[in-house]
């Protein structure tokens, strides 16, 4: 049953409420390309997740939006998030009575699913009874219209680092499905380096196939070997790269900086006031790569709500009770993390 406060009803989404649900986002300043309604079915077929989709309405227009998605993970219990794998997806509301309403319904929620704690990933922390945490940030620079001006906006040795793997006879090439391949071989390869477990091929597959105007994938090719690759993904004014890799192997002729630079291209060619080079932990090695672009940081809050206050979760590699898997995640063939990555990604969140 919806539940009222200030003349607000809060109920799951349905189909009828789809189309305000999108209209929502794209009105409220905070909406991403995250908060879709199309989302939904990306976390349900891709990773086997339930998902409570929260709307807030007034006087049957929607004032709130709060994506929730359910993990079950054997390390951290069940929790609810909003939004796994991203950086986006708390709370996306039109006034301050939307929110409190919202937020108060996820806990709800929790309460009754005996969640061990609920996770909203944001830009403001906003939440009264949440506990916040700022670890990352996203990394941001302003697009011009003109690629050309992008391009003399450059420090000279980040133009000669762009030009080196154009002079080694590396090729960019930008499509969509086309492209999945390329880019997914690539990021299996890169993240079994790093210990982590791969999303599922069809994540991307049905992020291409929901946003086909708005996806991207750009490549960089050595002959016909990808050895870089990243999502392009675009919404209102701004385009971001949430996932990119690149083959350690070929790190001499620097294919990620062109992966880089034609995305950036991309973005001032198509009309994009900002990219979003998506998140990092501030001095660290990818805050840095990011910063000599031109990137500013935002921070980024991750907010929780426990039943029981408590030490807050570690889902990061960080984390000691992480290391032996990483390290024998290193170790195992790149085909058998191909199927048992998917599986094991579903309870990181």
């Known amino acids: 049953m919806p539940t009222g406060g200030d003349a607000i009803r809060v109920h799951d989404l349905s189909d009828e409420w789809r189309?305000?649900?999108?209209?929502?986002?794209?009105?409220?300043?905070?909406?991403?390309v995250y908060h879709l309604s199309q989302w939904q079915k990306i976390f349900t077929d891709s990773a086997g997740h339930g998902t409570h989709y929260l709307l807030a309405e007034r006087d049957g227009r929607v004032v709130g939006v709060l994506p929730l998605v359910s993990v079950?993970?054997?390390?951290?219990?069940?929790?609810?998030?909003?939004?796994?794998?991203v950086s986006y997806g708390g709370p996306c509301v039109i006034d301050?009575?939307?929110?409190?309403?919202?937020?108060?319904?996820?806990?709800?929620?929790?309460?009754?699913?005996?969640?061990?704690?609920?996770?909203?990933?944001?830009?403001?922390?906003?939440?009264?009874?949440?506990?916040a945490r700022s670890s990352k940030v996203s990394m941001r620079r302003a697009l011009p219209r003109d690629p050309q001006v992008l391009w003399r906006e450059f420090p000279p040795k980040l133009r000669s680092q762009v030009r080196r793997p154009e002079k080694e006879g590396l090729a960019v090439r930008i499509g969509g499905?086309?492209?999945?391949?390329?880019?997914?071989?690539?990021?299996?390869?890169?993240?079994?380096?790093?210990?982590?477990?791969?999303?599922?091929?069809?994540?991307?597959?049905?992020?291409?196939d929901a946003f086909a105007d708005q996806t991207r994938v750009c490549c960089v090719y050595a002959g016909t070997r990808p050895v870089a690759a990243g999502l392009l993904?675009?919404?209102?004014?701004?385009?971001?790269?949430?996932?990119a890799a690149s083959l350690t192997e070929f790190n001499r002729l620097s294919p990620n900086m062109l992966l880089y630079w034609h995305s950036l291209r991309f973005g001032s060619e198509n009309g994009y006031r900002w990219f979003d080079f998506g998140r990092s932990t501030p001095g660290g090695s990818h805050h840095r790569f990011k910063a000599q672009w031109g990137a500013m940081p935002v921070p980024l809050y991750w907010q929780y709500w426990q039943p029981v206050p408590g030490s807050l979760p570690e889902r990061n590699p960080q984390n000691p009770r992480y290391q032996l898997a990483i390290r024998a995640w290193r170790r195992l063939p790149l085909s058998m993390t191909r199927v048992l990555g998917p599986i094991l990604a579903r309870s990181l969140g």
């Open 72 to 85: 079950r993970s054997v390390v951290f219990g069940s929790y609810l998030v909003s939004l796994p794998w």
């Open 177 to 208: 499905a086309d492209q999945l391949d390329a880019f997914y071989g690539v990021f299996l390869t890169r993240m079994r380096e790093l210990g982590t477990p791969v999303f599922p091929r069809r994540f991307f597959e049905g992020i291409l």
């Open 96 to 131: 301050a009575a939307a929110r409190r309403a919202l937020v108060e319904r996820s806990i709800e929620v929790a309460r009754r699913q005996k969640a061990r704690y609920v996770e909203l990933h944001s830009e403001e922390a906003e939440c009264e009874s949440f506990i």
């Open 233 to 243: 993904i675009g919404f209102k004014d701004r385009l971001e790269i949430p996932w």
């Open 19 to 32: 189309g305000a649900w999108d209209e929502c986002v794209t009105r409220a300043p905070e909406g991403s």
